[in-house]
């Protein structure tokens, strides 16, 4: 039971932890020298007032403390971000103790002896990333973010208005406190269009999420993953290849790399959030900021454009030379098999970078210039903008722009590769005869969307606070459920295993114009992937949509309040807390138009036997936990596919290759789709 009650530690986080925690009122039994010292000479009163209001007790078992002065360097309420080299180095720290201890019960106490001394977002940070990566805590769920530091996703205007109505009224006399769409800006600011898609609760727990599961720095047993770099590079272009389609849909050109480090940034951003621990409000950008030399000494943090130029050229050259600098001065030659994972770990400059000093921290690097442009000398004691964190980072226009660069690096390392032949596309006695979609109520090959509301419980992030609970309700894109028909034709002399391939982009560029190839298969983004027999002759593949293995389901982000365990059931309210890293599934398709979006829907079948991978970890018991491994990965695991990520689309098309109906193989089908967007709100599921 000692690892269920690990996740209580997260309840509440700013609170101290000798009051009650969860609904069940669960009570740590805090001996006096885990008590800061503030509160050491008042244990006595302490303990009479919080044990009389628990309903049940913890007893942590007895441990000598371990040495917390490398992790105290950073403040209790000080603004935190993994971007930073000393936060990171803490934190890395800090994972390493809680991964070398011996068993759960020693976790446990090691972790309630550090809550109420660390800064709270490195203990949350790194004892969610211990969880995730422990083998006797494996399965174990953990909360999500908003669901802990609701100031991070909450306009913090309307988190004032819920901390007064829990003051002032019983749980059964509150209403949600709606959310309004426009709520950061106005159409008036284009950007803003597509604003309900960068500051969705899902899409920004997703990002997060991942980052702890694929964490760039900290021992190397957890950040030393199968296709670590490829993988990095790959999730990120999923999210551009979405988001780019999200933009056209809005009307939106696609978005301006962000390559030149001495121009002016156009986007402005305002976040109207809060760091409550820190005490302030997540700093804005202006239009047309520029960057700037960094040098933050009171964060031991200094970055300057000189070096920014020279890392990156330093970048471009691994792709025009075809090799990588290693540290002893030799060169790593690259080719079709390491190179997307050689540029990878050394653009994201993970533990696995060839060579961190020589190359660089690019990636973090650009994060930190833009969130800290308006204060880079710490004069003003300002803490950095949410692009600085990977919890909020997605909500910045400018994120996108760091990424759709990172995505033109990648592209040209790909580029420099052969593209596919015949062979490797094709898939002999096997062949597509027909795709379709299926929406209930609706003309085959439509895919329909719209808004919908959904409440969200900030009790558990709400400290010193009454404990019911505290709902808010939030506006967000949805779609319509919608199933797949494939019809499939095996000519081989037996049965044979498939991997079904679906990906989706849009037919037409911000113009009109139908896509060349070129273009279109870099806006790619993958539906599902998933295995199956195929009988001799003809078969018929169904598939719902909600079955994806690319997304996590609806209630990891949108609890369905209406099924919540009892409070009186303890063990079913922890696991209630689900996990999973994945795309939300409310956001699997494109928001279109009301004039209807036209996309290009995409299957292929492959040879299961050509795909897999021989891995003898494979046998390992699963958790309870639902991933996306296609774009999360596998823990202790090798990545579940031997092709290419993104395969068949990763690669430059042949010269003779215009559009992508000639770029078909006969396993593959394209199949013209419609997504038409309501501009109503509708329950879940319809």
């Not at 009307?251 to 402005?268: F, M, Q, S, T, Y």
């Not at 660069?405 to 062979?423: C, E, G, H, R």
């Not at 806006?523 to 027999?533: A, R, S």
């Not at 409310?586 to 795909?611: A, R």
Request: aromatic share 10%.
């Amino acid at each position: 039971m000692a690892n269920k009650n690990l996740l209580l530690l997260f309840n509440r986080p700013c609170e101290p932890l000798y009051v009650p925690k969860g609904e069940k009122s669960v009570c740590f039994q805090v001996p006096d020298s885990y008590l800061p010292d503030k509160y050491r000479d008042k244990s006595k009163i302490i303990r009479q007032r919080f044990n009389s209001e628990a309903e049940s007790f913890v007893t942590l078992k007895p441990i000598d403390p371990p040495d917390l002065a490398p992790f105290l360097k950073i403040k209790r309420y000080e603004a935190f971000s993994l971007q930073i080299t000393s936060h990171r180095q803490a934190a890395m720290g800090l994972v390493e103790l809680f991964m070398n201890l011996k068993d759960q019960d020693e976790l446990l106490a090691v972790a309630a002896y550090c809550r109420d001394r660390l800064n709270t977002r490195l203990f949350v940070y790194a004892l969610s990333v211990v969880i995730l990566h422990r083998t006797d805590t494996k399965g174990l769920q953990i909360p999500n973010y908003h669901e802990m530091f609701p100031e991070g996703y909450i306009d913090s205007k309307a988190l004032h208005q819920t901390r007064e109505y829990s003051s002032l009224l019983s749980a059964s006399e509150r209403q949600p406190i709606d959310i309004p769409l426009e709520w950061t800006a106005t159409n008036e600011d284009p950007e803003h269009r597509v604003a309900y898609w960068r500051e969705d609760i899902g899409v920004n727990n997703c990002h997060w999420h991942w980052h702890l599961v694929n964490p760039f720095s900290g021992p190397e047993r957890i950040v030393r993953k199968d296709r670590r770099g490829e993988l990095f590079f790959y999730f990120h272009h999923q999210i551009m290849a979405r988001y780019h389609t999200e933009r056209l849909c809005a009307g939106l050109p696609k978005v301006v790399p962000l390559d030149d480090l001495d121009a002016p940034i156009p986007e402005a951003y305002f976040p109207k959030l809060e760091m409550t621990m820190a005490g302030r409000g997540y700093p804005a950008r202006t239009v047309n900021s520029k960057l700037q030399d960094v040098d933050r000494p009171n964060e031991n943090y200094k970055i300057s454009l000189a070096d920014m130029k020279r890392y990156i050229q330093r970048t471009w050259d691994v792709i025009y030379n075809f090799k990588a600098l290693k540290r002893d001065g030799t060169y790593l030659q690259l080719d079709e098999s390491n190179a997307v994972e050689v540029l990878g770990n050394l653009f994201e400059s993970n533990l696995m970078s060839v060579n961190k000093d020589y190359y660089g921290d690019v990636h973090n690097s650009l994060h930190n210039l833009v969130s800290l442009l308006h204060d880079p000398d710490n004069r003003y004691l300002e803490n950095f903008s949410p692009i600085g964190d990977s919890t909020t980072a997605m909500r910045d226009p400018v994120f996108y722009r760091i990424h759709a660069f990172v995505d033109d690096i990648v592209n040209a390392m790909q580029s420099k590769l052969p593209p596919y032949t015949w062979k490797q596309l094709s898939f002999a006695g096997v062949r597509v005869s027909g795709v379709r979609i299926e929406t209930p109520g609706e003309n085959p090959n439509t895919l329909n969307t719209h808004w919908t509301r959904s409440e969200i419980d900030l009790s558990s992030g709400m400290d010193f606070a009454p404990r019911e609970p505290v709902l808010v309700r939030v506006q967000h894109l949805n779609n319509a459920p919608f199933n797949y028909r494939i019809d499939a034709l095996n000519y081989l002399y037996h049965d044979a295993l498939v991997n079904v391939r679906i990906f989706m982009a849009p037919k037409l560029d911000e113009d009109g114009h139908p896509l060349p190839f070129e273009k279109q298969r870099r806006l790619m983004f993958e539906m599902d992937k998933f295995l199956v027999k195929l009988q001799r002759g003809h078969n018929v593949i169904a598939r719902a949509s909600t079955a994806s293995s690319v997304t996590i389901p609806f209630e990891q982000t949108f609890r369905d309040l209406t099924k919540k365990p009892a409070s009186s059931d303890l063990d079913a309210s922890l696991t209630y807390n689900l996990c999973g890293c994945g795309w939300p599934q409310h956001l699997l398709v494109p928001k279109g138009t009301e004039q209807g979006f036209p996309m290009d829907l995409f299957v292929m079948l492959t040879d299961y036997y050509v795909d897999k991978v021989d891995d003898p970890n494979a046998t390992l018991t699963e958790s309870s936990c639902t991933s996306a491994a296609t774009l999360c990965g596998l823990q202790n695991r090798k990545y579940p596919d031997s092709r290419p990520m993104g395969f068949p689309f990763d690669r430059p098309s042949p010269t003779n290759v215009a559009r992508i109906d000639q770029f078909l193989t006969p396993n593959m089908m394209l199949q013209p789709i419609t997504v038409r967007f309501s501009d109503t709100v509708k329950a879940r599921g319809t």
